[in-house]
């Protein structure tokens, strides 16, 4: 997964929380559903970023960016 990619699913996964939200407010969903939903969303976006800041850190030190992997949630 390229740097571009991975900030595409980033936008993806804010887009998505920003939908729960707006799905929350005007009824649609339930708050457990959307608590339940956002803390899976978070972990997501915490192991993107992770791996984007791998990524960089590999290509800074004249390393393959490609060589990062993403981690567990519980490393991250």
Do not use: C, T, Y
């Not at 900030?7 to 887009?15: N, P």
Request: glycine content about 6%; proline content about 4%; hydrophobic content about 35%.
């Amino acid at each position: 997964m390229k740097d571009d990619d991975i900030l595409a699913h980033i936008h993806e996964l804010i887009a998505e929380e920003h939908g729960l939200r707006r799905r929350l407010a005007s009824g649609g969903i339930s708050s457990h559903e959307e608590n339940n939903r956002i803390k899976e969303l978070e972990e997501a976006l915490d192991q993107a970023w992770d791996l984007l800041r791998q990524r960089r850190a590999h290509r800074e030190f004249g390393e393959d960016p490609d060589s990062a992997a993403p981690r567990p949630v519980r490393e991250v």
